[in-house]
Nanobody, 124 residues
Framework: QVHLAESGGRLVQAGGSLKLSCAAS????????MGWFRQAPGKAPELVAA????????YYTDSVKGRFTISRDNAENTGFLRMNSLKPGDTAVYYC?????????????????WGQGTQVTVSS
């Protein structure tokens, strides 16, 4: 069983940057793709970015393309989400999750387990 723990979320001004981390326990982390989701109050979870098991292929939702960068360090069992040029609309709880496949998929049902989440708040 893989356990995921996010960190790095905080209050930041619009235009600022943050780097979220996702620490994974268990050797299975390196075998699967992973994703970063966010959920704003009253809204459904949204897949923000994903990366395949090897770290060679990435996906971004349109609203974050050019601003967010997903990466992973399989040697350290850690995933990252670098967020630049943050906007108030990026405010949400951010979760990392492991995909059941080695390749990227956008079906939320393919992602389990999820971490506990980290709050990102962007002030205007």
């Amino acid at each position: 069983q893989v356990h995921l723990a996010e960190s790095g979320g905080r209050l930041v001004q619009a235009g600022g940057s943050l780097k979220l981390s996702c620490a994974a326990s268990g050797r299975a982390f390196t075998e699967y793709a992973m994703g970063w989701f966010r959920q704003a109050p009253g809204k459904a979870p949204e897949l923000v970015a994903a990366i395949n098991a090897q770290g060679a292929d990435t996906y971004y939702t349109d609203s974050v393309k050019g601003r967010f960068t997903i990466s992973r360090d399989n040697a350290e069992n850690t995933g990252f989400l670098r967020m630049n040029s943050l906007k108030p609309g990026d405010t949400a709880v951010y979760y990392c999750a492991l995909n059941r496949h080695t390749v990227i998929t956008v079906d939320l049902d393919d992602y389990y387990p999820w971490g506990q989440g980290t709050q990102v708040t962007v002030s205007s």
